[in-house]
């Protein structure tokens, strides 16, 4: 870790300078432009990324606030929204705004939901959301923000959200369902139709989270892959949220939140009329919005088109099939449920699979690590058509290589101690004598994440495990 005291900087730094530290400093992140990472980017190509990165730099530091400041660039946030509007089939009621990320449109989601209920339901005191386990955190961090009440419904065996169990879990104060298409952790579809019917009958607004799906699963339907209806032409559907900066191929820091009508949007805006400053009025969270990311990705949209995505899908299924099918043959592996698109988890019964992650990293491959069971997440994208069979090479030598380990149980007192001994960022060596391994000829550091992982599986549910998260989030933003 880097030791150096930082101070502000006295006069300005030369250009050379910044720049070396800059580009130093980016050589410690992921190399996801060479494919190896199967998380976090989402990467169109050289061409279309330089003309993307060009409107982007028209509006490098113009703010979309003020839209009588700036018409031009509201104008491109209507542009934007209303393709994304006809993408997912809504009419001519539907309404929306371009937001920062799947996070801020699921907080302005739940926020707005909040908004229209105590309008509508104002005999509601304690407003409930039902959500299945699968969705994203986001959905957490929004009831913890708009003080809400929530049901956690666990998903079926196939891993998608339980309807009846939902339906069940809807009671006198719940104002708002959740579904995802596709979830994050597994790739598959909830059932979108039939919570939908759910929402109609209970009169409850409905959010579909397409954060992930959105920007793929039309191009797939066009490229003729069957994919269940999910958006605005399910019945029921009241918001939906699709995030540009995902397989919409923009820079980050976009997203599209709509609306099935203008009277529920309104309940997302934000006013103050008694500020000294005047009458204050903000469409999303934000205040200051980046004129960049929403010009990114109107020029992404603009310049990929419905025939470049579709391509684009195409080709990144067809990746995603080799890879979901060399999962299902090679012996030791699984495939977790039915992933519909281009993300996937797989687990395993009888290997440590985060043992295989290991070998995987020491390859140069990045992705997530799940837990609940532990699984490896895969995001495929356009980027990774060209580097599939080297990826399929290496996943097949890492699990006969994770054949070869297996790691000693280690009792939970002790576990607890090392999780908390590692918050503190021990030096790996330090925890490498707490445990054994039967192959020897392993590196340590290999045994060592692999059991870093263990341990935090073992301390599920405790409030350990949430203080170390809590540590590690402080130590790193220190
Ligand atoms: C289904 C889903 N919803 C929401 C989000 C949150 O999006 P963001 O990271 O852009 O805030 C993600 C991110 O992966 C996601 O997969």
């Known amino acids: 870790m880097e030791k150096t005291k930082i101070h502000f900087p006295e006069k300005g730094i030369s250009k050379e300078e910044i720049l070396i530290n800059a580009i130093k400093k980016k050589e410690k992140d992921i190399d996801w432009g060479k494919g190896r990472s199967f998380c976090l980017i989402y990467y169109p190509g050289e061409e279309k990324s330089k003309l993307i990165k060009e409107v982007f730099d028209?509006?490098?530091?113009?703010?979309?606030?003020?839209?009588?400041?700036?018409?031009?660039?509201?104008a491109i946030e209507s542009e934007a929204t209303k393709m994304c509007i006809e993408l997912f089939h809504g009419d001519e009621n539907v309404r929306g705004n371009i937001s920062s990320g799947g996070t801020?449109?699921?907080?302005?989601?739940?926020?707005?939901?909040?908004?229209?209920?105590?309008?509508?339901?104002?005999?509601?005191?304690?407003?409930?959301?039902?959500?299945?386990?699968?969705?994203h955190p986001a959905f957490f961090k929004?009831?913890?923000c708009f003080g809400l009440d929530f049901t956690v419904v666990k998903v079926k065996n196939d891993l998608r959200a339980d309807a009846l169990a939902m339906k069940n879990a809807?009671?006198?104060?719940?104002?708002?369902?959740?579904?995802?298409?596709?979830?994050?952790?597994?790739?598959?579809?909830d059932?979108?139709?039939?919570?939908?019917q759910i929402a109609q009958e209970k009169k409850l607004l409905f959010h579909v989270d397409a954060c992930i799906g959105g920007f793929m699963l039309p191009f797939l339907k066009n490229a003729g892959y069957d994919i269940p209806d999910f958006d605005f032409s399910v019945?029921?559907?009241?918001?939906?949220?699709?995030?540009?900066?995902?397989?919409?191929?923009?820079?980050?820091?976009?997203?599209?939140?709509?609306?099935?009508?203008?009277?529920?949007?309104?309940?997302?805006?934000s006013v103050y009329t008694g500020w000294n400053g005047g009458v204050y009025g903000s469409p999303t969270l934000l205040g200051t919005r980046a004129g960049s990311s929403i010009a990114g990705a109107w020029a992404a949209l603009n310049s990929i088109g419905m025939e470049g995505y579709t391509r684009m899908a195409k080709a990144t299924m067809e990746t995603t099939n080799k890879i979901k099918k060399t999962i299902v043959e090679i012996e030791g592996i699984e495939l977790m449920g039915k992933p519909e698109m281009t993300i996937l988890a797989f687990t395993s019964k009888e290997l440590d699979v985060f043992v295989i992650a290991d070998e995987l990293n020491k390859k140069g491959w990045h992705f997530e690590r799940q837990q609940l069971p532990p699984s490896i997440h895969l995001t495929i994208n356009f980027i990774h058509c060209n580097v599939a069979e080297e990826f399929i090479e290496d996943l097949k030598s890492s699990v006969e290589n994770a054949k070869k380990f297996s790691l000693e149980k280690i009792t939970n007192k002790l576990q607890t101690g090392l999780v908390k001994?590692?918050?503190?960022?021990?030096?790996?060596?330090?925890?490498?004598?707490?445990?054994?391994?039967?192959?020897?000829?392993l590196e340590a550091s290999?045994?060592?994440?692999?059991?870093?992982?263990?341990?935090?599986?073992?301390?599920?549910?405790?409030?350990?495990?949430?203080?170390?998260?809590?540590d590690f989030l402080d130590k790193t933003y220190s």
Do not use: C, W
């Open 58 to 74: 028209v509006y490098y530091y113009d703010n979309a606030l003020n839209p009588t400041a700036a018409p031009g660039i509201a």
């Open 104 to 135: 801020e449109s699921i907080l302005l989601a739940v926020k707005t939901s909040r908004d229209y209920a105590k309008k509508v339901h104002p005999e509601i005191k304690n407003p409930h959301v039902v959500v299945p386990s699968s969705v």
């Open 142 to 144: 929004a009831f913890h």
């Open 170 to 189: 809807i009671h006198q104060n719940t104002i708002l369902i959740v579904a995802s298409a596709p979830s994050y952790p597994h790739g598959v579809m």
């Open 191 to 196: 059932p979108i139709k039939e919570i939908g």
């Open 235 to 269: 019945e029921g559907v009241t918001s939906l949220s699709a995030d540009l900066h995902k397989y919409g191929y923009s820079p980050k820091g976009a997203s599209v939140i709509l609306y099935k009508n203008g009277d529920l949007r309104k309940s997302q805006f």
């Open 421 to 441: 001994g590692l918050s503190k960022l021990l030096p790996e060596g330090t925890i490498a004598k707490y445990q054994s391994t039967r192959d020897e000829k």
């Open 446 to 470: 290999t045994r060592n994440k692999a059991a870093m992982y263990g341990m935090m599986g073992a301390l599920q549910g405790t409030s350990d495990l949430n203080e170390m998260v809590l």
